[in-house]
Structures are given as structure tokens and as C-alpha cells.
């Protein structure tokens, strides 16, 4: 690693010290007491959807409960930080974005300094990521001079586009808003780089683009499935009959369409499957291998081995999925070897790898020492010391997040994607983070 990049970084950005509490922590699911038992909107719509059509597969409660457009959760809430219901890592600490950012340049110069970039995030949450992604961008400015970079953002909720606006371009340029466009909100950053919201990945033009999804593919609606007797079962959602607005599980009496998804060799038997997730790694997939970049996926996640990983957060703490719909984040690990067989090998894909050693080889150790030696002030060394324990330590964020990275064939075999590159003989150097950081 050369220290010189670390060390030209600049400062700390200001954090608040939050509790060590993420959505992550736990691994039960639906078997706690409920602590509201309120009739939320949401559960009243959704056992008129019941009574009408039949029980709902865990996958549509999931849609409905966090992205239904009038009383869903992503929709109204400002769900992350000390306030909200659950804390991700560029809350915790800024090392995380900064590595972060260090990654997509080491891939831009690996993959030969294209003249222009798009970065794009799938769910931003606040912004906060990008924004020390963007700091790193400004400080190495220098190697970015005369890149063109453009951010765009997908976000279904219009509560955290907004704050995502404010995080990042402080609003010194009035945005733009078209509803009805494909691009619904236009601004420029604080450091003049234009940014675009969409709600869909489709949208987003098809140009050399950089990808990141953290904690995006996790709250993707999942089908649940239990081996029987009779072969496997979908779990689904239905009315109490013994209280007329609690929801209760049950098992499909016969098999249903989305049993599909699921692999003929599969020894667990209970199973988990994202469709929405696949169709997204293969979008991703195909813009990677026609047009050049890479995807950076990092989440809470395991390699094809957990089964029931599906919970609920509310105020930091586990909530029962049938209770209060509406009121809680609903979410479940990431299978990262069903995104990697959803790649249909159209790009090479790298990891998953624990976050501890991602971090690691990317230079975690030597930024927190910078970073301490800069500053006496106790509060904020003991922000810095907290932070790095809650993404490296393997009892909370070091073992349970996992990244995973695609990237064009080209870029293993070291010859160069782009008709603009600038350099006609990119070399194969290691891909970050994924072996230690080397700087050609």
C-alpha cells in the first residue's frame, strides 16, 4: 500500500457517536413478543388483500410493507441513524465510505483511466456513503482532473431522495423535479459534480459506470420455502383464524410458481430466494460486460449456507415481521452465491469475502492511525476506536458483511475494455480489496 494516498486524505468528517446497534446484529426471526400491537394502516390494507385474493407469498408482504407507495415503510420514515430503526456503516464510521472511494479509483486506473465515469448507487440511504466517497474524489482530485464524473442515484423513496439532496449538494443549486421523468430530481454535489435520481436501475443511462450496493439487495423482497414430505412448500402470509387482525405463517398446500428458483441440488431445507435480486445482478451484468467498470456489492450476507434469516427492526431492536406492518424494517441476509450463478458468467466476479479482510486490504489499519495522529481530542478518538471495532470486530460487522465485486473479464486478463481509454494496455494488477491495495 502506498501511504501516501491514505495519508493525502485530509481530516475526519464530523460524525455523531452512535450506539454499536445494526440491523444485523440478530438472526431470529418472527418468534419475539410483540411490543406493539397496534392496527397499523398497512395491516388493515393487507388483510383486505387477503380476505379478497388468498394468502400473499412472503415476497409481496415484503413489497407491500416497504414500498407500497402509500403507507410503506421506505416510503415515509427516515429510518437510518440514532433516531431511526437500524445504522449502517457510513453512519458508524467515515474509514468505510473513504475505502470505499479508494476502490473505484484503484479499478478506474486498473481498467485504464477512462476519460469519463458514471458512479452509480443503488440505494443511497442518506447519502452519507457517496458523501465521503466524494471527499476521497476531491482530495485525489488530482487523478480525477480530467475524468468526467456524473452520480446517479437510485431511490424509490422520495423521503430519503430529499435527504440524500441535502447531504450532497447542500441545496446551492435548486434542484430539479419532473415527476414523470425517468430522471425525477437533478442537482450538482458541493464539489460541482451533477448528480440524477431514478427510481429504476433500467433507467440509468448505459455508459462506463462504477456500481454500488451497500445494504440494497438485503431489503429486497424474499420467497420462503420449507421441505415436506410432499416435496418443497412456499411459506406464505394469511389472517389468524383465531384472531381477526393478527397475521400468522402457513404453508402452501401444493406447489407454487416460484418454486422455480429454487436448485435441484439444494441440501438445506429451508431456503430463501430474491428474484428481484437476480434480475438486478443481471442487469448489472450486462451493462459491466458490453460497456466496461465494475460492481462493488457489499451486505450482511452468507455463501448459499443460513436458511431463516428473516426479521424485522424497529428503535434498534428485533420486532415480530407480522406485527404492525408498516412500522419496522423488514429485511434478510443476502445469498451471495445465488447473485454469483445469477451473473450467468457474463463478467468475472471476486468474493464474497468477510468485510474484516476487505477493509483490511484496503488499507483500514494504516487510515486509523492517520487519523488518530491528527486529532487529540478525546471524544473523537474514541469515535475512531468505537467505529473501527464495530466494522472489523468478527463478533459485529467483521465476519457478518461480505463483499462481493464483478468486474468485465478484460479486467483479469489485462486488455483494455474501452475505445477511450487512455491507455491502450491496462496491466493486471490485483483487483482491491480483494488482495492487498498495489498502486501500478
Not at 385 to 412: C, D, I, S, T
Request: hydrophobic share 40%; glycine share 8%; proline share 6%.
Amino acid at each position: 500500500l502506498d501511504m501516501e494516498w491514505l495519508c493525502g486524505l485530509g481530516p475526519m468528517a464530523a460524525r455523531d457517536l452512535f450506539p454499536c446497534l445494526w440491523r444485523g446484529k440478530y438472526f431470529s426471526s418472527g418468534n419475539e413478543p410483540a411490543e406493539n400491537n397496534s392496527v397499523t394502516p398497512m395491516l388493515r390494507h393487507l388483510i383486505y388483500k387477503i380476505k379478497s385474493t388468498g394468502p400473499i407469498t412472503v415476497a409481496e408482504y415484503m413489497k407491500e410493507v416497504l414500498t407500497n407507495p402509500a403507507k410503506g415503510y421506505y416510503m415515509k420514515h427516515d429510518m437510518l441513524g440514532e433516531e431511526g430503526d437500524f445504522i449502517t456503516s457510513p453512519e458508524i464510521s467515515q474509514m468505510f465510505g473513504e475505502l470505499l472511494g479508494i476502490w473505484f479509483i484503484s479499478e478506474w486506473i486498473a481498467a485504464g483511466k477512462n476519460a469519463a465515469f458514471q458512479l452509480v448507487e443503488l440505494g443511497p440511504g442518506k447519502g452519507t456513503l457517496l458523501e465521503d466517497i466524494l471527499r476521497v474524489f476531491s482530495q485525489l482530485g488530482s487523478l480525477l482532473k480530467n475524468c468526467d464524473i456524473s452520480l446517479h442515484l437510485v431511490e424509490v423513496s422520495q423521503k430519503l431522495s430529499e435527504i440524500q439532496a441535502l447531504t450532497l449538494t447542500e441545496e446551492k443549486v435548486p434542484l430539479e423535479r419532473n415527476a414523470e421523468s425517468p430522471v425525477y430530481m437533478k442537482g450538482v454535489t458541493k464539489s460541482g459534480i451533477p448528480v440524477s435520481w431514478y427510481r429504476d436501475l433500467q433507467d440509468v443511462p448505459k455508459e462506463y459506470s462504477f456500481y454500488l450496493a451497500h445494504e440494497f439487495f438485503d431489503v429486497l423482497p424474499v420467497h420462503k420455502f420449507q421441505k415436506t414430505p410432499h416435496g418443497w412448500r412456499e411459506v406464505l402470509v394469511d389472517i389468524d383464524p383465531q384472531v381477526s387482525d393478527k397475521l400468522r405463517f402457513v404453508l402452501a398446500p401444493c406447489a407454487t410458481p416460484a418454486e422455480t428458483f429454487i436448485q435441484d441440488d439444494e441440501t438445506r431445507d429451508h431456503v430463501e430466494v430474491c428474484p428481484e435480486a437476480g434480475v438486478v445482478i443481471q442487469e448489472l451484468s450486462q451493462r459491466i460486460s458490453l460497456t466496461g467498470g465494475a460492481a462493488l456489492i457489499a451486505d450482511y450476507g452468507h455463501d448459499g449456507t443460513k436458511t431463516d434469516t428473516f426479521r424485522g427492526f424497529r428503535g434498534h431492536r428485533l420486532h415480530d415481521v407480522l406485527t404492525a406492518p408498516g412500522t419496522a424494517d423488514l429485511t434478510a441476509d443476502v445469498d451471495f452465491s445465488y447473485l454469483r450463478r445469477m451473473s450467468q458468467g457474463k463478467v468475472a466476479s471476486l468474493g464474497p469475502i468477510e468485510q474484516q479482510t476487505f477493509l483490511r486490504n484496503m488499507g483500514i489499519d494504516v487510515r486509523l492511525k492517520i487519523l488518530l495522529d491528527k486529532t487529540d481530542e478525546p471524544s473523537l478518538r474514541q469515535q475512531l476506536l468505537q467505529g473501527y471495532n464495530m466494522l472489523m470486530n468478527p463478533m459485529k460487522m467483521g465476519e457478518r458483511f461480505n463483499f462481493l465485486a464483478l468486474v468485465p473479464h478484460q479486467r483479469l486478463h489485462g486488455r483494455s475494455h474501452q475505445t477511450n481509454a487512455r491507455q491502450s494496455k491496462p496491466s493486471p494488477s490485483p483487483v482491491a480489496g480483494f488482495g492487498e491495495l498495489a498502486w501500478q
